[in-house]
């Protein structure tokens, strides 16, 4: 049971997806349905199983309603910024609470996470060739991939190492933003549809746990 269930943790599931976890058919079917949706824990969405705390939140009124939606409208845009700045971010409670309302968007937290990986690839790289690019009178105060990326194109190589590493981490560069852009473009989308009055689908450490009396 517990393979399964630390998978719904990580986001939302088709029954494809779970059978990846190389367990028998009626023996998942009997883990999903008689133990994990009898208790609670998980419920069907479409094509997709869910935990509970990554599910659509239903709201049972206005006033709850306006609370999720501030609250989305206060921690996505820091999430935003903070996303070309992951390595070193100021506040890492609003990232890792974003971060859990976005398991409950698979395509989204899976590009997410290979963002995450390449930006740490991208930026030891970087770091790695610190001295180097401060030889070749590139800023050395790096900032991470995003802030070397501004400067790129007006570095003019005046030797073949300078070159031959420009072209280096140029490559590197280039594959990273491939992995950013369609990112980019879901962050922006769901950034529009909060604006819109959507809130965050699922849960997090900061979510508002607030009734309001007589309401």
Known sequence: MKPVIDALKEGKKTWSDLRKLDIPEKTLARILKDYLEYFGLVRKEGNFWVWQENARVVFSSKDEYDLALEHSKKVFPPFKQMLQYSAHYKDPTVYLAVREHLKSYPEII?????????????????????????????????????????????????????????????????SFLDIYRPLAGDISLLELKIEMGQPLEGACSLCPKVKIAGR
Do not use: C, I
Not at 122 to 132: A, D, G, S, Y
Not at 137 to 160: H, I, K, M, Q
């Open 110 to 174: 899976r590009r997410l996470k290979k963002f995450e990986k390449a930006f740490a690839g991208l930026n030891e790289k970087l770091v790695q060739n610190k001295e180097m690019l401060a030889q070749h009178r590139v800023n050395a105060e790096l900032g991470g991939p995003f802030r070397f990326s501004a400067f790129y194109d007006e570095w003019n190589p005046a030797t073949s190492k300078e070159s031959e590493l420009k072209d280096k981490l140029g490559k590197e560069l280039k």
